[in-house]
């Protein structure tokens, strides 16, 4: 690093600053100027750094099969709330009145959020 | 051809993306000595435990290295996090000290005034200034010595010294002048020595 830099400091002092100011950039000169040397500092730095946090490969797939798990047993464990949730998205779907028009429009809408997110995303990556 | 050396940009991205160690430990080689200068100034002489601030600092940067957004140069972000070391430790010590142990804080005061005393004798016995400028810094409140080291012993501007303080410039400067005041005032003996 330059000296000249020490211009930036103005002498706020009132008076006689001059002999405080050459003392402070003396000393500064002189210990930037003094390395010191890293002694195994580095090596207790990087002794010192928190491990990694490493996920082992197998835990995915574990907890995919887990949550799988999970909502058969629910599905068996109550099948009929199951048939009755599944008999109401039907019913509520069959309501709606469909047309050539309304499919095309839902396909366009969805294609439309389909290249939005990609773009999101590359832009994000 | 020699080869052209690894720019901190690399090396940083190298640590962020890759968890590369290496990396970040060619970074500690490279501003080891900056930080532990700047934390010896900043605890006024304590080797020890400028050190141990240094090795915090260096661990805190790894932790927050994807935060380090380049905005400013990777030692200023290093003096920011240093500072930040050593003023939190500083609060603590105070805290501990005015929580149940009141009267240690009045020796403590004591013995302040007395180092005054003590520096003054020093400067008969002809004692080194070096010794006499760190003693006198202990004289300074944490902001005033922050903003003296960051301006004059790490040669920041008012600008990347108020980013390091995080204050505004105008803070930084009334800090430096009320620090040089207090120093002239403890190193008069000093000043009035013929050139």
Redesign the interface.
């Given at each position: 690093?330059?000296?000249d830099?020490?211009h930036?400091?103005p002498d706020?002092?009132p008076e006689?600053?001059d002999?405080?100011?050459r003392?402070?950039?003396d000393?500064?000169i002189?210990?930037?100027d003094?390395?010191?040397a890293?002694d195994g500092?580095?090596a207790?730095?990087?002794a010192?750094?928190?491990a990694?946090v490493m996920l082992p490969a197998w835990r995915t797939p574990i907890v995919v099969a887990l949550w799988s798990v999970v909502a058969i047993g629910l599905a068996f464990a109550i099948p009929g709330a199951v048939l009755e949730v599944g008999r109401g998205a039907y019913r509520l779907l069959a309501a709606q009145p469909v047309s050539l028009s309304g499919i095309a429009g839902a396909a366009v809408a969805m294609i439309g959020l389909t290249c939005a997110a990609a773009a999101y995303t590359l832009r994000s990556n | 051809m020699a080869d052209s050396p690894v720019t901190d940009a690399q090396l940083i991205a190298r640590a962020v993306v890759a968890n590369d160690n290496h990396a970040f430990a060619e970074l500690v080689k490279r501003y080891q000595s900056g930080v532990r200068a700047c934390l010896r100034k900043l605890t006024a002489g304590n080797h020890a435990l400028a050190d141990d601030l240094s090795q915090d600092t260096f661990v805190l940067a790894w932790r927050h290295l994807k935060s380090f957004r380049q905005e400013a140069r990777f030692s200023t972000w290093l003096y920011r996090i240093a500072t930040n070391c050593w003023l939190a430790h500083a609060r603590k010590r105070r805290e501990e000290l005015l929580g149940d142990r009141t009267d240690e804080l009045a020796d403590e005061d004591h013995m302040d005034m007395s180092h005054t005393d003590e520096m003054h004798a020093d400067h008969a016995r002809g004692a080194s200034l070096k010794l006499d400028l760190e003693r006198a810094m202990g004289v300074l409140s944490d902001a005033e010595r922050a903003a003296i080291v960051q301006c004059y012993h790490n040669d920041l501007t008012h600008e990347e010294a108020a980013y390091v303080l995080d204050c505004p410039v105008g803070t930084v400067k009334t800090h430096v002048l009320r620090g040089k005041q207090k120093l002239k005032v403890a190193l008069a003996a000093y000043g009035k020595q013929p050139e």
């Open positions: 690093m330059s000296n830099r020490r930036d400091i706020t002092a006689g600053g002999w405080l100011d003392l402070l950039v000393d500064a002189t210990s930037r003094a390395y010191i890293d500092f580095t207790r730095v990087m010192a750094l928190p990694p | -």
